[in-house]
């Protein structure tokens, strides 16, 4: 059974910084293609990271040059450092492990609050 459980959420002010971690079980966590998602308040779930069983790196404009997601394949983890934080980011991270021929798993999602 595929299962995923982000950590590293909290608070924190503008400007700061935090590291989030998915750590994945179940799964042959290498050939996985890692997203990490969003979702503010009263907001659509929004795409803003994405790494794939090769490394290669994808962003939403609105992280992009703050944000740097990596992984960890010795940990079956994948991380999501996020820096200069705006109150924008407030939101709940989830993260999402993509495979062929499975469907896509995602977690229970891990909250971020920055103050302004």
């Known amino acids: 059974q595929v299962q995923l459980e982000e950590s590293g959420g909290g608070l924190v002010q503008s400007g700061g910084s935090l590291r989030l971690s998915c750590a994945a079980s179940?799964?042959?966590?290498?050939?996985?293609?890692m997203d990490w998602y969003r979702q503010a308040p009263e907001k659509q779930r929004e795409w803003i990271a994405t790494?794939?069983?090769?490394?290669?790196?994808a962003y939403a404009d609105s992280v992009k040059g703050r944000f740097t997601i990596s992984r960890d394949n010795a940990k079956n983890t994948v991380y999501l450092q996020m820096n200069d934080l705006k109150f924008e980011d407030t939101a709940v991270y989830y993260c999402?492990?993509?495979?062929?021929?499975?469907?896509?798993?995602w977690g229970q999602g891990t909250q971020v609050t920055v103050s302004s």
């Open positions: 999402v492990a993509r495979a062929p021929g499975r469907r896509d798993n």
């Open positions: 179940g799964m042959f966590f290498s050939i996985n293609t």
């Open positions: 790494i794939t069983s090769g490394e290669n790196t």
